[in-house]
């Protein structure tokens, strides 16, 4: 049989009653130390933290990328590790379509990216909407600037999910 402990506040019996989590507050709950709150969560989950220097909160959500993925654009095509990320297509040469598993909100978010390990190609997300992220990729210090495929070409996309 399962046990239930029932309790509003856990507090640090050792001297330091300034410190513990509050569950007393209407469907929340509030980690605090020093009397100070560090951490509250909700009802919802929407959770926020402490930042740095102790005086602004952050939302952990807003934090978190919704998406990333490796994909290896030359020879294979392959999708070598991903979040959130159903598929991948091939669109031509230098051209990939990674097809979100959830979708975002809206086509706002941002995306951060890297061509790989070759100097010579920059990796670029274009044509945004809430479902893909096209994945585009160019080599540079050239005269035409042409697509090309590239191996471990990455990308991060941060907002919010749907």
């Known amino acids: 049989m399962a046990s239930e402990l029932r309790v509003d506040k856990i507090h640090n019996e050792g001297g330091d009653n300034d410190s513990g989590i509050d569950l007393s507050t209407n469907d929340q709950i509030v980690l605090k130390t020093a009397n100070t709150t560090r951490l509250t969560m909700n009802s919802t989950g929407q959770t926020t933290i402490v930042g740095e ?3 602004t ?3 952990v959500q807003q934090g978190l ?6 994909v290896t654009q030359d020879s294979s095509h392959t999708l070598d590790d991903s979040l959130n990320v159903g598929s991948i297509s091939d669109d031509g040469a230098g051209e990939t379509t990674v097809n979100f598993t959830n979708a975002m909100a809206n086509s706002t978010w941002c995306a951060n990216t890297t061509g790989g390990s070759n ?9 945004n909407n809430t479902t893909r992220l096209k994945l585009e990729c160019y080599q540079v210090r050239s005269a035409d600037e042409s697509a090309v495929d590239s191996g471990d070409s990455c990308a991060a996309v941060h907002g919010d999910l749907a």
């Open 119 to 127: 100097s010579n190609r920059h990796l670029v997300f274009n044509a």
């Open 65 to 70: 990328a919704k998406c990333w993925c490796t």
């Open 53 to 55: 220097g102790g005086s």
């Open 57 to 59: 909160t952050t939302s």
